[in-house]
């Protein structure tokens, strides 16, 4: 009885907390359903009418696609660029003994406490605008990589992880640095560069300073963390509250689907430390 009693008290615990944290999900898929009117009274739960020309009109006339296709190039970009230099960068402070590694390892710790994205801001435009990146794509992605450290933390702590015998064999048959950093040590760390691309992936995606700042004289180029701004205020000067919500409900399609290729990965990666 005591066993059956805990058991029912967490699924309800977990349940009552899944309900609260889906309720906002709910309200605003509810909400994009709505007209502007009815959203802003706040009269009922469900609509009144179920408005489905609000995904088109969105979609089409206030060219969400644009910001939606913007934001992919923006996360793959930064993705694929985080992956690769996180997971260059890791390997070599993990096998490799350099001076000032340690340095560089606790400075870098230290500085993971500060928010670098608005500390950072300006030098870091300035800097795009001397290499004269600060009205383009690759300018846009190259800040956006990195995603605040996290992932190269994680690849360093994986690869640590990995043992250095598999190396010391691989040298023994005359392979170089290269060829074990990518034919040993990448397909282990699988597990790792699928946590690190959706910790890529979302930050790019949820990004909203950097876009704001550096596409703010190119609307062509903004993706949707600005475009939702610009569709709430953008017709006429009122609030559109209904077609933001519509954006946001789109918006989330895309890192539901992420999440859910990734899902295995964090699977690997909990399985392998509750090995460890």
Not at 22 to 37: C, D, E, I, W, Y
Not at 117 to 130: D, E, F, N, R, S
Not at 151 to 162: C, G, Q, Y
Request: hydrophobic letters at 55%.
């Amino acid at each position: 009885m005591t066993r059956i009693s805990g058991r029912v008290l967490i699924w309800t615990f977990l349940l009552i907390t899944t309900a609260l944290l889906m309720l906002p999900v709910a309200l605003a898929m509810l909400g994009s359903f709505k007209t502007n009117q009815e959203l802003n009274a706040g009269s009922a739960l469900l609509p009144q009418v179920w408005q489905l020309e609000n995904y088109i009109y969105t979609w089409k006339e206030a060219k969400f696609s644009l910001y939606v296709w913007n934001s992919i190039i923006y996360s793959v970009g930064a993705t694929m660029a985080t992956v690769i230099v996180c997971s260059l960068a890791a390997y070599a402070v993990a096998r490799r003994t350099f001076p000032g590694r340690k340095l560089l390892l606790g400075v870098y710790s230290a500085m993971m406490f500060i928010h670098m994205g608005v500390l950072t801001l300006k030098p870091a435009y300035q800097i795009m605008v001397t290499l004269g990146l600060h009205k383009s794509v690759l300018g846009l992605i190259i800040m956006m990589t990195g995603a605040g450290g996290t992932t190269f933390f994680i690849l360093f702590a994986f690869i640590r992880s990995i043992s250095k015998e598999l190396d010391e064999a691989a040298m023994i048959d005359g392979a170089g640095s290269f060829y074990i950093f990518s034919r040993v040590i990448m397909p282990l760390c699988t597990p790792a560069l699928g946590v690190v691309g959706l910790f890529a992936f979302r930050g790019a995606w949820n990004n909203y300073i950097l876009p704001l700042v550096f596409t703010m004289s190119q609307p062509h180029l903004q993706p949707i963390t600005v475009g939702l701004t610009n569709i709430r205020y953008g017709f006429g000067g009122a609030v559109q509250s209904h077609l933001m919500l519509t954006g946001a409900c789109i918006s989330m399609i895309p890192m539901l689907i992420i999440y859910i290729l990734a899902n295995k990965s964090f699977v690997q990666m909990n399985v392998g430390a509750v090995k460890g």
